[in-house]
């Protein structure tokens, strides 16, 4: 999908040759640019220039009849028009006709598909009444298609015939939600031309609808992750009337990770406040658990929560736990956002647990059993925090009892997973 560099006949354009002839000694041959892609991408259909048009379905098929019929800019002192003014087509005129070309560049083929390139291309003048040749880009680059008239040294007829390769430039191929992601297009070559517009487009994997990120003069877009996923990303250039379509590159937008997530505006302060809640909330005889769930809203890039709540109180001698936790884990904003909106997730949860300051039994600190469980549910599937007591002593994994309400705590992290899963 990303690789670009197949230069396989059977998957590049091909078109007839346009003519334009100019023959005498005091002006240079006229230039005609005709421009060709690179590759086929099926999903956009070739456009030459306008004077070139493609008949039937399929690959484009242009016709011109090479020398015929001749303009006005070849003058009498050219023998080919000479003779054909004579008598309308060629007779007895002496020299070849030649077209000479780089074959690294483009390839000409006497049919409009299949076919072997030639090798080369020499008729002679005498009897020569046109012929149809068809030329394919197979390679970036410009080159010069010369039609000469051996008899004649000052007949030419030049085409300058240029294959452009448009890439997609993409700085991580891996994002997280709100990093932002440098998209480049690269025309080469670009020798004498210039793109007038660069499209930077954006869709699902496994989606035909392409959404347009940017569309102007810039050659570089800075795209931030606003929607999690699998996606493909293209650029077309338009170039002397000619959109040229990148090969697609995959990219991922992934949620952010725990520490991404703990790291947020405001995330450890509200858990902090949570934590003051949980001890203000403790008596003599009762205490409660509280937690919530964590959002991150694209638009804005801020961190908020949803459905939080706070559990019934319990006596000394039950154990507490978070129950009044919302299952399975709320709805985004957006349940299947497209590329270009702007939803807000659930990407983690949070609770407190109780102090043991007027309990008359110790307990293990740090997230529970149940609490691995309830991150790693399916229906849940997101890391989780609680706010607990750093352990006392060191290395006992526990407080006592009657541990002071105000003793060190800490954040610990419930995974896996260690970010929701990538939709
Ligand atoms: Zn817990």
């Given at each position: 999908m990303i690789n670009v560099s197949s230069h396989s006949p059977g998957h590049v354009k091909r078109t007839a040759l346009p003519k334009r002839a100019f023959c005498g000694q005091t002006r240079a041959p006229r230039v005609r640019r005709i421009v060709f892609v690179e590759g086929e991408n099926p999903l956009r259909p070739f456009s030459p220039l306008a004077a070139l048009q493609p008949s039937g379905g399929g690959r484009p098929r242009l016709q011109a009849r090479p020398f015929t019929p001749f303009p006005d800019s070849c003058h009498g002192a050219c023998g080919i028009k000479a003779t054909r003014r004579a008598s309308g087509r060629p007779l007895a005129a002496p020299g070849s006709v030649v077209l000479t070309w780089d074959s690294s560049v483009v390839n000409m083929y006497t049919e409009p598909t299949g076919g072997i390139a030639l090798e080369q291309f020499i008729k002679?003048?005498?009897?020569?009444n046109g012929t149809n040749l068809y030329v394919e880009g197979i390679a970036p680059g410009s080159n010069t298609l010369s039609w000469s008239y051996s008899g004649q040294s000052d007949c030419v007829d030049v085409i300058k015939a240029t294959v452009l390769k448009v890439e997609l430039d993409v700085e991580n191929t891996l994002r997280t939600l709100m990093e932002t992601n440098t998209l480049t297009a690269m025309v080469t070559p670009l020798n004498g031309l210039s793109v007038s517009e660069y499209t930077f487009e954006i869709k699902r994997d496994g989606s035909p609808t392409w959404y347009s990120l940017y569309q102007g003069p810039q050659l570089s877009f800075e795209a931030v992750a606003k929607v999690a996923g699998q996606f493909d990303l293209r650029v077309s250039a338009s170039v002397a009337g000619v959109t040229c379509v990148s090969q697609e590159k995959d990219v991922e937008a992934q949620f952010p990770g725990d520490s991404d997530i703990l790291a947020g505006q405001g995330v450890h302060s509200r858990m902090d406040q949570a934590w003051a809640n949980t001890k203000n909330a403790t008596t003599p005889t009762s205490r409660r658990e509280e937690g919530y769930y964590i959002t991150l809203d694209t638009s804005s890039g801020s961190y908020g929560i949803t459905v939080h709540t706070i559990a019934p109180s319990v006596a000394n001698n039950q154990g507490a736990s978070w129950n009044t936790a919302t299952f399975p884990r709320p709805p985004d904003s957006i349940v299947n956002p497209a590329p270009l909106e702007q939803p807000t997730y659930i990407i983690g949860w949070f609770h407190t647990h109780t102090p043991t300051t007027y309990r008359s039994v110790g307990r293990g600190v740090g997230p529970s059993g149940a609490d691995s469980g309830w991150s790693a549910n399916a229906s849940i599937n997101i890391p989780g925090y609680a706010y607990d007591y750093t352990?006392?002593?060191?290395?006992?994994?526990s407080i006592p009892a009657a541990h002071p309400i105000n003793s060190a705590a800490q954040i610990y992290t419930i995974t896996p997973p260690i970010r929701r899963p990538t939709p």
């Open positions: 002679p003048f005498s009897g020569f352990e006392s002593p060191a290395g006992s994994g």
